[in-house]
């Protein structure tokens, strides 16, 4: 769900200023969701971590310029974070999964567990299939739970070309899913 | 066209939704980094300078500030003047077995002491770091042991960022913590490359410096983990020092210093520095400023007082 700041027009103002406490409140309320973000679509820990900080740092660079976003803050941070997400996937492909020593669930037998991540990583690897726009569609509706009111200010684009984006990607989702499935 | 979802690629989507927990240090240092960058890429931003780690400054009091600045700009004249630009630019790469090396320190000295930002003051430190980490791996390679002095210094700066650091508000102090982990890996690093081409002797004496190097890293990581935990750790670090170096004035012996000296007063030294010896016996603990020539002694605030020193203990006096 789409993170409700209600001071975040002047929080960006302050920003803006380089105010550093405004810029230290604008880390400690985005980057939680950012990273839980980037980990769905990514899988990796650290490179989550990287997404987050170059995010921010794009963030800053942005703002040093005098550009950065005028409004919408969280839509320009998620923005920013899918558009490395999708740089990174093209320069990287999505590594295997691997299980380490400390898998989560202890109930869990270590082969549930390999075919659990194993789902994980083919649903990526379908998600990534998809183009940028309709992944970042995908994840921000149904991962993050935002609405489309909320998903068009992410993607600058009308409500009604999101509702659009949606209905073609889950429908690549569902064929691309379905072939992986077949034996 | 409507939200409607198949139901199994529903919950196929949903696999994805839950994820394991941030890790906390790695949240830590992402927020550090990000504060960090912030404080340097973007205009300065105030530092509150209240509640900022004061112990090194003889002069403390806002009073004395004017005062402080115009003697600085004296003794930076008459350095200048005796000395000459071409003089203090040069001293700029002398190592420590080089005439110059005192005028080196004291110009560190002075731009140490005109400086009155926390910020600005890591930043100079870890700058000092660096540099005195050049002059060891530069002897190192030719084959000459540092002198303890320079081992000394590298710990005093890193001591003092780490002091100043304690002093600053949560936010500008990860910041601090984080440019102070940077420098110090990346220090510890080079110290790594350059022992390995040196001889054992001097070997030995560059493995205490990185030792040091990476206690206070770990300090660091505690640090940005726990800033309060780290700020008690260096409250308890100054009131030992302090217990050290409280003999009462005009009680000091040959060799170390006055309990109150800043790290850009002169050093406990051997004394002799470019254009002579240190000329203190001054232990008054009256405020000072940097002497010329006072030679490449450390401090005398952070570290055991050093009962072999004799001399040069000066620059207690304003």
Not at chain 2, 130 to 153: C, D, F, L, S
Request: net charge negative; aromatic share 6%; with cysteine.
């Amino acid at each position: 769900m789409k993170t409700n700041v209600p001071n975040e027009a002047e929080l960006l103002q302050k920003a803006k200023q380089y105010d550093r406490q405004a810029l230290a409140q604008i880390y400690d309320i985005y980057s939680p969701g950012l990273y839980r973000y980037a980990l769905r679509l990514l899988g990796d820990p650290s490179q989550a971590e990287d997404c987050v900080s170059e995010t921010f740092s794009r963030f800053l660079k942005s703002l040093r310029v005098g550009k950065g976003p005028k409004d919408y803050l969280q839509a320009y941070l998620y923005r920013t974070a899918h558009n490395w997400i999708a740089d990174q996937y093209r320069r990287v492909p999505i590594p295997p999964e691997e299980l380490d020593e400390s898998h989560p669930d202890e109930n869990e037998l270590p082969e549930e567990e390999v075919g659990k991540r194993h789902r994980k990583r083919q649903l990526r690897l379908a998600l990534h299939s998809l183009t940028p726009d309709q992944q970042q569609v995908i994840a921000l509706k149904y991962f993050e739970e935002w609405a489309n009111e909320d998903i068009a200010q992410a993607l600058k684009k009308p409500v009604g070309a999101v509702k659009s984006l949606q209905h073609r990607a889950l429908a690549s989702l569902q064929r691309l899913l379905e072939k992986q499935d077949l034996p | 066209m409507n939200d409607e979802i198949d139901p199994k690629l529903r919950a196929r989507l949903d696999e994805l939704k839950d994820v394991p927990a941030r890790d906390h240090h790695a949240a830590a240092r992402g927020r550090a980094r990000f504060l960090a960058e912030a404080a340097s890429r973007l205009a300065p931003v105030s530092v509150p300078v209240k509640g900022r780690h004061r112990e090194w400054k003889t002069f403390t009091v806002k009073e004395n500030f004017a005062v402080m600045k115009a003697v600085i700009a004296v003794v930076i004249a008459l350095s200048l003047l005796i000395g000459g630009t071409a003089t203090v630019y040069a001293a700029q790469d002398d190592l420590p077995n080089e005439p110059l090396y005192g005028l080196k320190l004291f110009t560190e000295n002075a731009r140490l002491w005109a400086n009155t930002d926390p910020g600005m003051e890591v930043e100079l430190l870890m700058q000092f770091v660096q540099v005195r980490v050049q002059e060891m791996n530069a002897m190192a390679m030719e084959r000459e042991t540092p002198p303890a002095q320079v081992t000394q210094r590298l710990e005093m700066h890193i001591q003092q960022a780490l002091q100043v650091a304690a002093g600053m508000d949560d936010d500008a102090m990860q910041g601090a913590l984080e440019r102070i982990r940077t420098t110090l890996q990346e220090q510890e690093r080079l110290m790594t490359q350059a022992q390995a081409q040196t001889d054992e002797e001097t070997s030995q004496a560059m493995t205490q410096a990185r030792e040091t190097i990476e206690n206070r890293i770990r300090m660091v990581d505690e640090g940005v983990a726990d800033p309060q935990g780290f700020r008690n750790t260096i409250r308890t670090e100054q009131e030992l020092h302090t217990g050290w170096t409280a003999t009462p004035p005009g009680q000091q012996g040959n060799g170390s210093g006055s309990g109150t000296g800043t790290p850009t007063d002169t050093g406990n030294g051997n004394g002799s520095g470019s254009d002579g010896s240190g000329d203190g016996s001054g232990s008054d603990n009256k405020p000072g400023t940097p002497t010329p020539g006072a030679g490449n002694g450390t401090p005398m605030t952070v570290h055991t007082p050093d009962p072999h020193g004799s001399g040069g203990e000066g620059g207690n006096k304003p």
